[in-house]
């Protein structure tokens, strides 16, 4: 018996390999074949979303191709309306806005949309009950309410002169989302919204499809058929992109470099409010000292990391505020000095010892840098920094763990962190600046404590005019080159390479966190097929 | 050799596989406590794994919040218990992590899993076994020093690196195989044809990558049964070469090997993990993955039942074909 089965197993085997074979016959041209046309768009990106549900946080920076906000941004990150009729009417000093809501707007499954679905959203997103992490954005929102079916009342707790750019979160059907569990209903896989784009499709790991909303009431988009294929592995993505499986995808500088000669092809590099600093811990003897901030401040290339590190795909940071943004206040660069931080530190007492670490009333002028594990680029740049500061006489020592690791000892040591949201100056300055928020989760991690900073911070984000708003982030600015609590190093541009079969491509100024929605596909409903 | 009989022993074996499954019970049991205690123990924390990114601007009253939400905040015992009545019940819970029930979790993913597996599991036993009596038959011949040496050397291989080989040298040099997917990426709908070109790389690297240890095993089996008493015997009758190499050596060299596929049940999940990242296959992988870091408890215990009930199947099923080819081991185990 067993040696006729494995006459019949070896039969098998090879009747497989013939099978596999032939299928691989099969294949060649076929993949070329559906590209060729501009009205159908493949993107490779890196991440997945964990959810499509608004209410639990996707798309509340914009983008989200299957849903709108009330507002939206351009490609200059100005705010436009989009769900709104207009732009928003703020009265009570600021404490109120009133949104006017566009008409004849349709969900997707054809269901009108009105106010009630604009209180949905937003009290849902708000209720104790609903596990949406960025809740804490909409914190000064005291009440939303619906004034008829197209007028909503937004009031605040204090004056918040960014909560407009606030209202770019999408907003999800009522008569959907309402009738299930928010957290694990079916709506987060299977979402219906107003957006140009429509889902058709979820496969887990490998994509999501999206087709045009016929009747999207800002014009059915010319590319019919979007996918953004999720493929984790940078060299992968770049394969797929090269076999012309992909149209586009974000890559990495040193595998984007290699498509620079690509005649059909185009890498745009989009900035970004994406940083990467050092944290100067207020507790920490060596790192709390200004003398010891202001120096490392100083002592630092940020050039040689742009140009080392990003290879050349970045720019130097001085401040959360990106150089070429219209809030950076000119003048607060800081120039690569070695001497002069090396005078600060004399000057300040901080004397060199035998090992050439500098030493103050018996204190060693050392501490030590966390990075997390697994991320190259935050150690690369702890790294450089590390020997930056060596050559100052301050001995820093670089250590990799996890968050749970980190987060414990922030309040005394020094993290290489990351971040960055776009538009509103407020946005990153006060989470990492404010005394108040010393501490508190992963806000102001080095427990930067300033009375003029919060001072001016308080100021800019309550201030309606524009005028008194420059003045107060101009005064944050000018405060951290006197007392540089974290040491600012880069601002990291992010590159995606795409066929030149559409016209028109931009991008966006991008946040630290950029899934889907950014990329020259930000604005993938009003790309035009060249012909 | 006398044979065991045309028919196959069903009633011995039933019984085993009936003893094993009550066994299966507490050993599950056992093994679901074990996850939630290790999960507990390690040092992921489950919010800030929910709150991803945006836990980086979240106020901390947020963060405690969503603590409550979760129920991570309950004692270990009661958070098991609850666990283990409601699954009992059928409801597995919800999974935080991909913010869905567990069971649509495991439902939408696992069969391409599965698919990918068995596949390469056939492969990496058929060709190991077929290369290694080729092997065996003339050990020292050019067959067996090309095929030993490429073995040894997969043996080494990551198989996340074998995938990026495979994929630059069929998908971009060749142009032959789609590079990754289960569909073309432009396509919406899942055709027997399309998985079936797109099943070929990730399945053939998995197999590769398992092979190594069928055909080592094989060869030797095979080779060493070739000096036995009964081949010698077998040989001295004047049976032909073939009845002689497939009835008889392989028949007592397979031995050793059957035990293998009990075994490399495990190193088959986690290649299956790496390949299905690799290929961008939508299986259960990036799931596990996501489900161990962010200590999503009931996605977790789900899953381990499920990779529990894969390793106690694939040792049922190796210890019924051993007992098949060698009557004498029986079905007691």
């Given at each position: 018996?067993?040696?006729?089965?494995?006459?019949?197993?070896?039969?098998?085997?090879?009747?497989?390999?013939?099978?596999?074979?032939?299928?691989?016959?099969?294949?060649?041209?076929?993949?070329?074949?559906?590209?060729?046309?501009?009205?159908?768009?493949?993107v490779g990106i890196a991440y997945e979303p964990e959810t499509l549900s608004p209410l639990l946080g996707y798309g509340k920076d914009g983008n989200s191709k299957i849903f709108d906000g009330l507002l939206t941004f351009d490609k200059d990150m100005k705010?436009?309306?989009a769900l709104a009729a207009e732009l928003p009417e703020v009265a009570d000093d600021g404490r109120t806005y009133t949104y006017t809501l566009r008409q004849g707007v349709k969900f997707s499954d054809g269901k009108p949309f009105t106010s009630k679905d604009?209180?949905?959203?937003?009290?849902?997103?708000?209720?104790?009950?609903?596990?949406?992490?960025?809740?804490?954005?909409?914190?000064?929102?005291?009440?939303?309410?619906?004034?008829?079916?197209?007028?909503?009342?937004?009031?605040?707790?204090?004056?918040?002169?960014?909560?407009?750019?606030?209202?770019?979160?999408?907003?999800?059907?009522?008569?959907?989302?309402?009738?299930?569990?928010?957290?694990?209903?079916?709506?987060?896989?299977?979402?219906?919204?107003?957006?140009?784009?429509?889902?058709?499709?979820?496969?887990?790991?490998?994509?999501?499809?999206?087709?045009?909303?016929?009747?999207?009431?800002?014009?059915?988009?010319?590319?019919?058929?979007?996918?953004?294929?999720?493929?984790k592995d940078d060299d992968v993505r770049a394969t797929r992109l090269r076999t012309g499986d992909l149209d586009g995808a974000i890559l990495p500088p040193n595998l984007a470099k290699t498509f620079k000669d690509d005649d059909g092809r185009t890498t745009?590099?989009?900035?970004?409010?994406?940083?990467?600093?050092?944290?100067?811990?207020?507790?920490?003897?060596?790192?709390?000292?200004?003398?010891?901030?202001?120096?490392?401040?100083?002592?630092?290339?940020?050039?040689?990391?742009?140009?080392?590190?990003?290879?050349?795909?970045?720019?130097?940071?001085?401040?959360?505020?990106?150089?070429?943004?219209?809030?950076?206040?000119?003048?607060?660069?800081?120039?690569?000095?070695?001497?002069?931080?090396?005078?600060?530190?004399?000057?300040?007492?901080?004397?060199?010892?035998?090992?050439?670490?500098?030493?103050?009333?018996?204190?060693?002028?050392?501490?030590?840098?966390?990075?997390?594990?697994?991320?190259?680029?935050?150690?690369?740049?702890?790294?450089?920094?590390?020997?930056?500061?060596?050559?100052?006489?301050?001995?820093?020592?670089?250590?990799?763990?996890?968050?749970?690791?980190?987060?414990?000892?922030?309040?005394?040591?020094?993290?290489?962190?990351?971040?960055?949201?776009?538009?509103?100056?407020?946005?990153?300055?006060?989470?990492?600046?404010?005394?108040?928020?010393?501490?508190?989760?992963?806000?102001?991690?080095?427990?930067?404590?300033?009375?003029?900073?919060?001072?001016?911070?308080?100021?800019?984000?309550?201030?309606?005019?524009?005028?008194?708003?420059?003045?107060?982030?101009?005064?944050?600015?000018?405060?951290?080159?006197?007392?540089?609590?974290?040491?600012?190093?880069?601002?990291?541009?992010?590159?995606?390479?795409?066929?030149?079969?559409?016209?028109?491509?931009?991008?966006?100024?991008?946040?630290?966190?950029?899934?889907?929605?950014?990329?020259?596909?930000?604005?993938?409903?009003?790309?035009?097929?060249?012909? | 050799?006398?044979?065991?009989?045309?028919?196959?022993?069903?009633?011995?074996?039933?019984?085993?596989?009936?003893?094993?499954?009550?066994?299966?019970?507490?050993?599950?049991?056992?093994?679901?406590?074990?996850?939630?205690?290790?999960?507990?123990?390690?040092?992921?924390?489950?919010?800030?794994?929910?709150?991803?990114?945006?836990?980086?601007?979240?106020?901390?009253?947020?963060?405690?919040?969503?603590?409550?939400?979760?129920?991570?905040?309950?004692?270990?015992?009661?958070?098991?218990?609850?666990?283990?009545?409601?699954?009992?019940?059928?409801?597995?819970?919800?999974?935080?992590?991909?913010?869905?029930?567990?069971?649509?979790?495991?439902?939408?993913?696992?069969?391409?899993?599965?698919?990918?597996?068995?596949?390469?599991?056939?492969?990496?036993?058929?060709?190991?076994?077929?290369?290694?009596?080729?092997?065996?038959?003339?050990?020292?011949?050019?067959?067996?020093?090309?095929?030993?040496?490429?073995?040894?050397?997969?043996?080494?291989?990551?198989?996340?690196?074998?995938?990026?080989?495979?994929?630059?040298?069929?998908?971009?040099?060749?142009?032959?195989?789609?590079?990754?997917?289960?569909?073309?990426?432009?396509?919406?709908?899942?055709?027997?044809?399309?998985?079936?070109?797109?099943?070929?790389?990730?399945?053939?690297?998995?197999?590769?990558?398992?092979?190594?240890?069928?055909?080592?095993?094989?060869?030797?089996?095979?080779?060493?049964?070739?000096?036995?008493?009964?081949?010698?015997?077998?040989?001295?009758?004047?049976?032909?070469?073939?009845?002689?190499?497939?009835?008889?050596?392989?028949?007592?060299?397979?031995?050793?090997?059957?035990?293998?596929?009990?075994?490399?049940?495990?190193?088959?999940?986690?290649?299956?993990?790496?390949?299905?990242?690799?290929?961008?296959?939508?299986?259960?992988?990036?799931?596990?993955?996501?489900?161990?870091?962010?200590?999503?408890?009931?996605?977790?215990?789900?899953?381990?039942?499920?990779?529990?009930?894969?390793?106690?199947?694939?040792?049922?099923?190796?210890?019924?074909?051993?007992?098949?080819?060698?009557?004498?081991?029986?079905?007691?185990?």
């Open positions: 018996m067993l040696s006729r089965s494995i006459r019949g197993a070896a039969a098998a085997t090879l009747a497989g390999t013939l099978a596999i074979s032939a299928a691989a016959c099969s294949k060649p041209g076929e993949s070329a074949a559906g590209h060729g046309a501009g009205d159908s768009a493949v705010l436009k309306p604009v209180v949905f959203t937003y009290r849902t997103i708000l209720d104790k009950k609903t596990n949406n992490a960025s809740k804490t954005e909409l914190d000064a929102v005291e009440d939303v309410r619906a004034e008829g079916d197209h007028k909503v009342v937004f009031t605040l707790k204090y004056p918040y002169a960014p909560f407009a750019e606030r209202t770019v979160l999408p907003i999800a059907p009522e008569h959907v989302a309402g009738e299930q569990d928010v957290n694990s209903g079916s709506f987060t896989t299977k979402p219906v919204g107003t957006g140009p784009y429509i889902l058709t499709g979820w496969s887990k790991g490998e994509k999501l499809s999206f087709k045009a909303n016929p009747g999207y009431w800002g014009g059915e988009p010319k590319v019919k058929k979007f996918t953004m294929a999720i493929i745009y590099a989009a900035r970004s409010f994406d940083y990467r600093t050092v944290t100067l811990p207020t507790h920490n003897k060596v790192a709390g000292d200004t003398d010891v901030r202001r120096a490392l401040d100083v002592a630092v290339d940020r050039r040689a990391m742009v140009d080392k590190i990003l290879e050349g795909a970045g720019k130097p940071a001085y401040g959360p505020v990106p150089t070429d943004s219209p809030w950076f206040a000119k003048g607060t660069e800081r120039t690569h000095d070695l001497a002069k931080a090396k005078k600060i530190l004399d000057e300040a007492g901080w004397k060199p010892g035998a090992d050439g670490i500098r030493v103050k009333d018996g204190v060693r002028a050392q501490f030590p840098l966390w990075y997390l594990s697994g991320d190259k680029l935050r150690q690369d740049h702890a790294l450089a920094y590390a020997s930056d500061a060596k050559k100052a006489g301050i001995d820093i020592k670089t250590q990799a763990g996890t968050w749970e690791v980190i987060m414990p000892r922030m309040k005394h040591d020094a993290v290489l962190a990351g971040g960055g949201a776009p538009g509103d100056p407020d946005f990153d300055q006060y989470t990492l600046l404010q005394s108040s928020l010393a501490g508190d989760a992963f806000n102001n991690m080095a427990w930067y404590d300033n009375p003029a900073v919060d001072k001016a911070l308080k100021k800019g984000r309550e201030s309606g005019e524009t005028a008194d708003r420059r003045a107060a982030y101009d005064t944050v600015q000018r405060e951290l080159v006197k007392d540089p609590g974290y040491t600012f190093l880069t601002h990291i541009d992010h590159l995606y390479v795409v066929d030149d079969k559409w016209s028109g491509l931009t991008t966006q100024t991008e946040p630290h966190d950029h899934g889907l929605a950014s990329g020259p596909w930000w604005n993938v409903e009003d790309w035009t097929p060249k012909k | 050799m006398t044979h065991p009989g045309r028919k196959l022993p069903w009633g011995p074996m039933a019984r085993m596989a009936g003893r094993r499954t009550l066994f299966a019970a507490p050993v599950l049991l056992v093994v679901t406590f074990g996850v939630f205690a290790v999960a507990a123990a390690s040092p992921f924390d489950p919010v800030k794994a929910y709150a991803g990114t945006a836990g980086l601007t979240a106020s901390q009253e947020n963060l405690d919040q969503l603590r409550v939400n979760l129920g991570v905040d309950q004692p270990l015992v009661e958070r098991w218990w609850n666990w283990l009545t409601s699954a009992v019940a059928g409801d597995l819970g919800d999974s935080s992590v991909m913010r869905q029930p567990v069971t649509d979790v495991i439902t939408e993913r696992l069969g391409w899993s599965v698919l990918l597996a068995v596949t390469a599991f056939l492969v990496a036993i058929l060709l190991g076994t077929s290369l290694g009596v080729l092997a065996a038959r003339r050990q020292g011949g050019w067959l067996d020093r090309a095929v030993s040496s490429a073995a040894y050397t997969l043996e080494a291989a990551p198989a996340f690196w074998l995938g990026l080989l495979a994929m630059w040298f069929f998908a971009l040099r060749l142009g032959v195989l789609p590079a990754g997917g289960l569909t073309d990426t432009d396509s919406e709908v899942v055709t027997f044809g399309q998985v079936a070109t797109h099943l070929v790389l990730p399945a053939a690297v998995l197999g590769v990558s398992q092979l190594p240890w069928f055909f080592l095993y094989v060869r030797q089996g095979v080779a060493d049964a070739l000096e036995e008493d009964p081949v010698r015997g077998a040989r001295a009758r004047g049976l032909d070469e073939r009845t002689v190499l497939l009835g008889h050596a392989l028949r007592s060299g397979m031995l050793p090997m059957l035990t293998l596929v009990g075994s490399r049940v495990p190193e088959l999940i986690t290649g299956a993990l790496l390949v299905e990242t690799v290929f961008s296959w939508p299986g259960i992988a990036a799931a596990t993955v996501q489900a161990a870091t962010s200590v999503d408890f009931p996605l977790l215990a789900a899953l381990t039942v499920l990779a529990t009930a894969a390793v106690l199947a694939g040792n049922l099923l190796s210890d019924l074909l051993y007992g098949l080819a060698d009557p004498r081991v029986g079905f007691d185990g």
